[in-house]
């Protein structure tokens, strides 16, 4: 659909059956199969805690890159990173450059920070994550460039297998975040690429379950 001047916005149906939070027992599964695949897995109760927890993960100083994630803005952790002046922060810096002259300098600084916050779309009872980019940015510090990562995760994103975790991108994260860059932009979001996490090295990536809804 083409952006009008009004802005209207193409709504896609959003199946909401996806914004209900696992149940403890879920969330439990979910932990401990995390750390048979070498992820380090801590359940936390709400937002609070787990901005606290993700802050204790940062030393002071340290580089840090974040994909855009309504989670990491919903629990604080985005304003203290990038306004606090305690860290590094990749993204004030790439946001103030060209990316018609210095697109090359903005990948090489996105892409191996020492720490990578971002959240996830879907996590299964498994052990495994998904999550969706329309350009990718994020996807590669995630899964090899950054030298530490950290993944926080609401209840509601925990699901009981692959196949309903893809559903749950095209069904309810892809059409708020197209709604999202509709209202925001005029323009369409799209599930370009696409990464699994199955395992990493030990120690490497910690995952947060929070015990209540957080983002989408």
């Given at each position: 659909?083409?952006?009008?001047?009004?802005k209207?916005?193409?709504r896609?149906?959003?199946?909401?059956?996806?914004?209900r939070?696992?149940?403890?027992?879920?969330?439990?599964?979910?932990a401990?199969a995390?750390?048979?695949?070498?992820f380090?897995?801590?359940?936390?109760?709400?937002?609070?805690?787990?901005?606290?927890?993700?802050?204790?993960?940062?030393?002071?100083?340290?580089?840090?890159?974040?994909?855009?994630?309504?989670?990491?803005?919903?629990?604080?952790?985005?304003?203290?990173?990038e306004?606090?002046?305690?860290?590094?922060?990749?993204?004030?810096?790439?946001?103030?450059?060209?990316?018609?002259?210095q697109?090359?300098?903005?990948?090489?600084?996105?892409?191996?920070?020492?720490?990578?916050i971002?959240?996830?779309?879907?996590?299964?009872?498994d052990g495994?994550?998904?999550?969706?980019?329309?350009?990718?940015?994020?996807?590669?510090?995630?899964?090899?460039?950054?030298?530490?990562?950290?993944?926080?995760?609401?209840?509601q994103?925990?699901?009981?297998?692959?196949?309903?975790a893809?559903?749950?991108?095209?069904?309810?994260?892809?059409?708020?975040?197209?709604?999202k860059?509709?209202?925001?932009?005029g323009?369409?979001?799209?599930?370009?690429?696409?990464?699994?996490l199955?395992?990493?090295?030990?120690?490497?990536?910690?995952?947060i379950?929070?015990?209540?809804?957080v983002?989408?």
């Open positions: 659909m083409i952006m009008t001047d009004s209207t916005i193409e896609l149906p959003v199946n909401e059956a996806f914004a939070p696992a149940d403890r027992a879920a969330i439990e599964r979910a401990a995390l750390r048979l695949r070498n380090d897995a801590r359940i936390v109760a709400d937002a609070a805690e787990a901005r606290e927890m993700v802050l204790a993960l940062l030393p002071e100083g340290t580089e840090v890159g974040e994909g855009a994630s309504l989670t990491l803005d919903q629990i604080g952790v985005t304003e203290i990173v306004k606090s002046g305690r860290y590094d922060a990749i993204r004030p810096r790439t946001r103030a450059m060209d990316r018609a002259t697109m090359r300098e903005i990948r090489k600084l996105g892409a191996a920070p020492d720490v990578q971002n959240s996830v779309h879907a996590l299964t009872e495994r994550m998904v999550i969706a980019s329309g350009t990718g940015s994020q996807l590669g510090p995630i899964g090899f460039g950054a030298g530490k990562v950290v993944l926080v995760v609401g209840a994103k925990i699901v009981p297998d692959l196949e309903t893809y559903r749950r991108v095209e069904e309810y994260s892809y059409p708020l975040e197209d709604a860059m509709q209202e925001l932009y323009a369409r979001s799209s599930v370009s690429k696409m990464l699994v199955n395992s990493d090295s030990p120690g490497r990536t910690t995952v379950l929070v015990a209540e809804p983002g989408t």
